[in-house]
Protein backbone atom coordinates (compact mmCIF):
# COMPACT_ATOMS: atom_id res chain seq x y z
CA UNK A 1 0.00 0.00 0.00
CA UNK A 2 1.59 3.34 -1.28
CA UNK A 3 2.32 6.25 1.80
CA UNK A 4 -1.00 8.10 -0.21
CA UNK A 5 -3.17 5.28 0.12
CA UNK A 6 -2.62 5.04 3.95
CA UNK A 7 -2.94 9.05 4.49
CA UNK A 8 -6.36 8.81 2.59
CA UNK A 9 -7.44 5.66 4.33
CA UNK A 10 -6.21 7.53 7.66
CA UNK A 11 -7.56 10.80 7.06
CA UNK A 12 -11.09 9.15 6.28
CA UNK A 13 -11.03 6.94 9.57
CA UNK A 14 -10.23 10.56 11.65
CA UNK A 15 -13.22 12.43 9.90
CA UNK A 16 -15.58 9.49 10.34
CA UNK A 17 -14.68 9.75 13.81
CA UNK A 18 -14.64 13.75 13.86
CA UNK A 19 -18.33 13.23 12.33
CA UNK A 20 -18.82 10.20 15.18
CA UNK A 21 -18.08 12.49 17.72
CA UNK A 22 -19.49 15.63 15.78
CA UNK A 23 -22.97 13.71 15.85
CA UNK A 24 -23.02 12.30 19.54
CA UNK A 25 -21.96 16.38 20.80
CA UNK A 26 -25.12 17.37 19.23
CA UNK A 27 -27.20 15.15 20.28
CA UNK A 28 -26.17 15.77 23.95
CA UNK A 29 -26.79 19.60 22.97
CA UNK A 30 -30.18 18.43 22.01
CA UNK A 31 -30.64 16.49 25.35
CA UNK A 32 -29.67 19.46 27.62
CA UNK A 33 -31.81 21.50 25.79
CA UNK A 34 -34.77 19.36 26.26
CA UNK A 35 -34.27 18.49 30.12
CA UNK A 36 -34.09 22.22 30.26
CA UNK A 37 -37.43 22.85 28.80
CA UNK A 38 -38.88 20.15 30.67
CA UNK A 39 -37.61 21.34 34.11
CA UNK A 40 -38.26 25.17 33.55
CA UNK A 41 -40.67 25.98 30.73
CA UNK A 42 -44.17 27.39 31.96
CA UNK A 43 -46.32 26.00 29.22
CA UNK A 44 -48.29 22.98 29.05
CA UNK A 45 -47.44 22.63 25.26
CA UNK A 46 -43.88 23.00 25.87
CA UNK A 47 -44.01 20.68 28.43
CA UNK A 48 -45.18 17.90 26.35
CA UNK A 49 -43.35 18.98 23.60
CA UNK A 50 -40.20 18.10 25.39
CA UNK A 51 -41.43 15.34 26.90
CA UNK A 52 -42.42 13.49 23.54
CA UNK A 53 -39.12 14.33 22.15
CA UNK A 54 -37.06 12.82 24.98
CA UNK A 55 -39.03 9.56 24.38
CA UNK A 56 -37.77 9.58 21.50
CA UNK A 57 -34.23 10.50 21.82
CA UNK A 58 -31.43 7.95 21.65
CA UNK A 59 -28.13 8.44 23.38
CA UNK A 60 -26.79 5.75 22.30
CA UNK A 61 -23.18 6.63 20.94
CA UNK A 62 -20.25 4.39 20.53
CA UNK A 63 -17.89 7.34 20.93
CA UNK A 64 -19.51 9.50 23.24
CA UNK A 65 -20.35 8.15 26.90
CA UNK A 66 -23.02 10.44 28.35
CA UNK A 67 -22.58 10.48 32.07
CA UNK A 68 -25.46 9.77 34.54
CA UNK A 69 -28.64 10.39 32.63
CA UNK A 70 -32.32 9.56 33.70
CA UNK A 71 -34.41 6.90 32.00
CA UNK A 72 -37.28 7.15 29.93
CA UNK A 73 -39.83 6.21 32.51
CA UNK A 74 -37.96 8.92 34.63
CA UNK A 75 -39.39 11.73 32.18
CA UNK A 76 -42.68 10.70 32.28
CA UNK A 77 -42.81 11.31 36.16
CA UNK A 78 -40.79 14.69 35.26
CA UNK A 79 -43.67 15.05 33.00
CA UNK A 80 -46.41 14.27 35.35
CA UNK A 81 -44.89 16.42 38.40
CA UNK A 82 -44.19 19.53 36.35
CA UNK A 83 -47.92 19.93 34.86
CA UNK A 84 -49.34 18.96 37.92
CA UNK A 85 -46.87 21.84 39.37
CA UNK A 86 -47.85 24.17 36.45
CA UNK A 87 -51.52 23.93 37.74
CA UNK A 88 -51.17 23.84 41.41
CA UNK A 89 -52.20 20.79 42.13
CA UNK A 90 -51.16 19.49 45.33
CA UNK A 91 -50.71 15.96 47.03
CA UNK A 92 -47.65 14.67 45.32
CA UNK A 93 -43.82 14.77 46.08
CA UNK A 94 -40.45 14.04 43.12
CA UNK A 95 -37.73 12.14 44.87
CA UNK A 96 -35.03 10.94 43.65
CA UNK A 97 -33.78 7.06 44.92
CA UNK A 98 -30.16 5.59 45.30
CA UNK A 99 -29.63 4.20 42.02
CA UNK A 100 -30.89 8.30 40.85
CA UNK A 101 -34.24 6.90 39.65
CA UNK A 102 -37.32 9.00 40.22
CA UNK A 103 -40.37 7.94 42.28
CA UNK A 104 -43.45 9.31 42.80
CA UNK A 105 -44.88 9.58 46.16
CA UNK A 106 -48.46 10.72 47.21
CA UNK A 107 -48.90 12.96 50.37
CA UNK A 108 -51.64 10.79 52.12
CA UNK A 109 -49.60 8.17 51.93
CA UNK A 110 -46.41 9.57 52.97
CA UNK A 111 -43.17 7.66 51.65
CA UNK A 112 -44.61 4.02 52.40
CA UNK A 113 -46.20 3.42 48.73
CA UNK A 114 -43.93 4.70 45.49
CA UNK A 115 -45.30 5.19 42.63
CA UNK A 116 -43.31 4.78 39.18
CA UNK A 117 -44.06 4.78 35.32
CA UNK A 118 -43.13 1.25 33.63
CA UNK A 119 -42.89 1.29 30.09
CA UNK A 120 -45.07 -0.80 27.58
CA UNK A 121 -41.57 -1.42 24.52
CA UNK A 122 -44.58 -2.97 22.27
CA UNK A 123 -47.32 -0.52 22.12
CA UNK A 124 -45.31 2.50 23.40
CA UNK A 125 -46.31 4.64 26.32
CA UNK A 126 -46.28 3.53 30.11
CA UNK A 127 -48.40 2.85 32.96
CA UNK A 128 -48.52 4.33 35.97
CA UNK A 129 -47.73 1.87 38.29
CA UNK A 130 -47.48 0.96 42.60
CA UNK A 131 -44.19 -0.47 43.02
CA UNK A 132 -45.64 -3.29 45.61
CA UNK A 133 -47.67 -5.38 43.61
CA UNK A 134 -47.35 -3.45 40.30
CA UNK A 135 -50.88 -2.48 39.58
CA UNK A 136 -51.02 -0.22 36.79
CA UNK A 137 -53.73 2.51 37.53
CA UNK A 138 -53.96 4.00 34.15
CA UNK A 139 -51.91 3.62 30.77
CA UNK A 140 -50.38 6.78 29.10
CA UNK A 141 -49.36 7.13 25.60
CA UNK A 142 -47.93 10.75 24.53
CA UNK A 143 -48.52 9.98 20.55
CA UNK A 144 -51.89 8.75 20.90
CA UNK A 145 -52.45 11.70 23.17
CA UNK A 146 -54.83 9.14 25.26
CA UNK A 147 -55.12 7.90 28.68
CA UNK A 148 -57.19 5.25 30.55
CA UNK A 149 -57.86 4.66 33.92
CA UNK A 150 -57.79 0.76 34.88
CA UNK A 151 -60.73 -0.23 37.09
CA UNK A 152 -59.87 -3.69 37.88
CA UNK A 153 -56.73 -1.75 39.20
CA UNK A 154 -57.93 0.60 40.87
CA UNK A 155 -60.43 -1.81 42.80
CA UNK A 156 -57.72 -3.92 44.03
CA UNK A 157 -55.06 -1.20 45.03
CA UNK A 158 -57.65 1.80 46.68
CA UNK A 159 -60.93 -0.25 47.73
CA UNK A 160 -59.04 -3.93 48.75
CA UNK A 161 -55.64 -3.67 49.94
CA UNK A 162 -55.58 0.14 51.39
CA UNK A 163 -58.95 0.20 52.67
CA UNK A 164 -57.57 -1.18 55.88
CA UNK A 165 -54.52 0.97 56.29
CA UNK A 166 -56.18 4.66 55.36
CA UNK A 167 -59.19 6.38 56.02
CA UNK A 168 -62.01 6.80 52.78
CA UNK A 169 -61.06 10.21 52.99
CA UNK A 170 -57.54 10.21 53.15
CA UNK A 171 -57.89 7.77 49.93
CA UNK A 172 -60.35 10.22 48.54
CA UNK A 173 -57.63 13.01 48.51
CA UNK A 174 -54.91 10.35 47.59
CA UNK A 175 -56.41 10.20 44.21
CA UNK A 176 -57.22 12.94 43.37
CA UNK A 177 -53.88 14.50 42.07
CA UNK A 178 -54.38 11.27 39.61
CA UNK A 179 -57.73 12.82 38.50
CA UNK A 180 -57.08 16.15 38.16
CA UNK A 181 -53.48 15.01 35.84
CA UNK A 182 -56.42 13.66 33.52
CA UNK A 183 -58.37 16.73 33.33
CA UNK A 184 -55.23 18.72 32.63
CA UNK A 185 -54.25 16.49 30.04
CA UNK A 186 -57.73 16.94 28.33
CA UNK A 187 -58.40 20.35 29.07
CA UNK A 188 -55.15 21.76 28.23
CA UNK A 189 -53.57 19.44 25.88
CA UNK A 190 -56.68 17.89 24.30
CA UNK A 191 -56.05 14.51 25.53
CA UNK A 192 -58.91 11.82 25.42
CA UNK A 193 -59.22 10.67 28.74
CA UNK A 194 -61.23 7.48 30.22
CA UNK A 195 -61.51 7.96 33.70
CA UNK A 196 -63.36 4.55 34.05
CA UNK A 197 -64.84 4.29 37.56
CA UNK A 198 -63.83 7.74 38.76
CA UNK A 199 -66.45 9.63 36.32
CA UNK A 200 -68.88 11.38 37.79
CA UNK A 201 -70.95 12.18 35.04
CA UNK A 202 -74.84 11.12 35.61
CA UNK A 203 -74.86 9.17 32.54
CA UNK A 204 -71.76 7.40 32.86
CA UNK A 205 -72.89 3.45 32.79
CA UNK A 206 -69.79 1.63 34.85
CA UNK A 207 -70.91 -1.80 32.93
CA UNK A 208 -70.76 -5.58 34.31
CA UNK A 209 -68.08 -7.74 33.04
CA UNK A 210 -70.21 -11.04 33.19
CA UNK A 211 -72.69 -11.09 30.48
CA UNK A 212 -75.99 -12.02 32.63
CA UNK A 213 -76.42 -11.16 35.86
CA UNK A 214 -77.83 -13.68 38.71
CA UNK A 215 -80.35 -11.77 40.26
CA UNK A 216 -79.89 -13.42 43.93
CA UNK A 217 -77.07 -11.10 44.21
CA UNK A 218 -79.30 -8.66 44.21
CA UNK A 219 -81.54 -9.95 46.57
CA UNK A 220 -78.82 -10.41 48.65
CA UNK A 221 -78.71 -6.31 49.05
CA UNK A 222 -82.48 -6.41 49.69
CA UNK A 223 -81.49 -8.25 52.60
CA UNK A 224 -78.58 -6.26 53.86
CA UNK A 225 -81.13 -3.00 53.15
CA UNK A 226 -83.69 -4.80 55.16
CA UNK A 227 -82.64 -3.38 58.65
CA UNK A 228 -80.54 -0.19 57.33
CA UNK A 229 -81.92 3.55 56.49
CA UNK A 230 -81.46 2.64 52.67
CA UNK A 231 -84.66 2.61 50.51
CA UNK A 232 -83.72 0.08 47.77
CA UNK A 233 -85.94 -0.19 44.95
CA UNK A 234 -86.98 -1.91 41.74
CA UNK A 235 -86.77 0.03 38.76
CA UNK A 236 -89.84 1.09 36.93
CA UNK A 237 -89.73 -1.77 33.89
CA UNK A 238 -88.44 -4.14 36.94
CA UNK A 239 -84.88 -4.31 34.77
CA UNK A 240 -83.07 -3.62 38.24
CA UNK A 241 -82.74 -1.72 41.31
CA UNK A 242 -82.07 1.18 42.54
CA UNK A 243 -80.90 2.00 46.19
CA UNK A 244 -81.33 5.66 47.73
CA UNK A 245 -77.71 6.42 50.04
CA UNK A 246 -78.36 9.12 51.03
CA UNK A 247 -80.77 12.12 50.19
CA UNK A 248 -78.89 13.68 47.18
CA UNK A 249 -77.42 10.41 46.19
CA UNK A 250 -78.58 6.96 44.83
CA UNK A 251 -76.83 4.16 42.52
CA UNK A 252 -78.48 2.01 40.01
CA UNK A 253 -77.93 -1.22 38.79
CA UNK A 254 -80.04 -2.48 36.14
CA UNK A 255 -80.09 -2.80 32.34
CA UNK A 256 -81.93 -0.92 29.23
CA UNK A 257 -84.81 -2.76 28.51
CA UNK A 258 -85.35 -1.37 25.40
CA UNK A 259 -81.44 -2.80 24.41
CA UNK A 260 -81.33 -6.35 23.29
CA UNK A 261 -78.04 -7.30 24.86
CA UNK A 262 -79.59 -6.46 28.99
CA UNK A 263 -75.87 -5.21 29.91
CA UNK A 264 -76.19 -4.53 33.08
CA UNK A 265 -74.37 -1.62 34.34
CA UNK A 266 -73.75 0.76 37.65
CA UNK A 267 -75.10 4.16 37.59
CA UNK A 268 -74.82 6.92 40.21
CA UNK A 269 -76.80 10.06 40.24
CA UNK A 270 -76.53 12.88 42.74
CA UNK A 271 -77.42 16.65 42.15
CA UNK A 272 -74.12 18.15 41.49
CA UNK A 273 -72.53 14.97 39.28
CA UNK A 274 -69.47 15.01 42.04
CA UNK A 275 -69.98 11.11 43.01
CA UNK A 276 -68.35 8.36 41.07
CA UNK A 277 -68.94 4.44 41.55
CA UNK A 278 -65.76 4.67 43.06
CA UNK A 279 -66.68 7.04 45.79
CA UNK A 280 -69.81 4.91 46.08
CA UNK A 281 -67.36 1.81 47.21
CA UNK A 282 -64.91 3.95 49.24
CA UNK A 283 -67.58 5.72 51.07
CA UNK A 284 -70.19 3.24 51.72
CA UNK A 285 -68.91 0.19 53.52
CA UNK A 286 -72.67 -1.75 53.26
CA UNK A 287 -72.12 -1.24 49.21
CA UNK A 288 -68.57 -2.01 49.34
CA UNK A 289 -68.72 -5.54 51.19
CA UNK A 290 -71.78 -6.65 49.03
CA UNK A 291 -69.48 -5.75 45.91
CA UNK A 292 -66.42 -7.72 47.23
CA UNK A 293 -68.54 -9.99 48.39
CA UNK A 294 -70.19 -10.69 45.22
CA UNK A 295 -67.16 -9.56 42.60
CA UNK A 296 -67.40 -12.16 40.70
CA UNK A 297 -70.98 -11.22 39.83
CA UNK A 298 -70.23 -7.59 40.13
CA UNK A 299 -66.97 -6.97 38.54
CA UNK A 300 -66.76 -3.88 36.57
CA UNK A 301 -65.38 -4.31 32.47
CA UNK A 302 -62.03 -3.09 32.46
CA UNK A 303 -61.71 -2.50 28.77
CA UNK A 304 -58.05 -3.23 27.50
CA UNK A 305 -55.51 -0.26 28.67
CA UNK A 306 -53.62 -0.29 25.93
CA UNK A 307 -55.82 1.46 22.95
CA UNK A 308 -56.13 -0.23 19.91
CA UNK A 309 -54.00 1.00 16.66
Do not use: C
Not at 58 to 70: E, G, I, R, S
Not at 220 to 236: G, I
Amino acid sequence: MTEEKVTTNTSSKVLALSNSIKEGLTVGEKYVALLNQLASTEQSSDLLDAMKQLDAIDLTNAFVKFPQHYETADYYLLFMYRLLQLNQVEGVSLHENEDHSLALQLANFGDKITFKFELDDKQGGAFFTEQENHEPLFYLNLEKTALRFSNRALVNFFIVREIDHYSDLDLAAAIKPLISFAHILKDQLKFQIDLGILETANDFLARLSQPELDLQVIDKLFVETADSDYRLLNLPHNNGASLQLDREVHIELGFDPDDYSRQWAFRVVDNDEEVSFFDVLLHYKMIRDWYLDNREALAVRSDPLIFAE
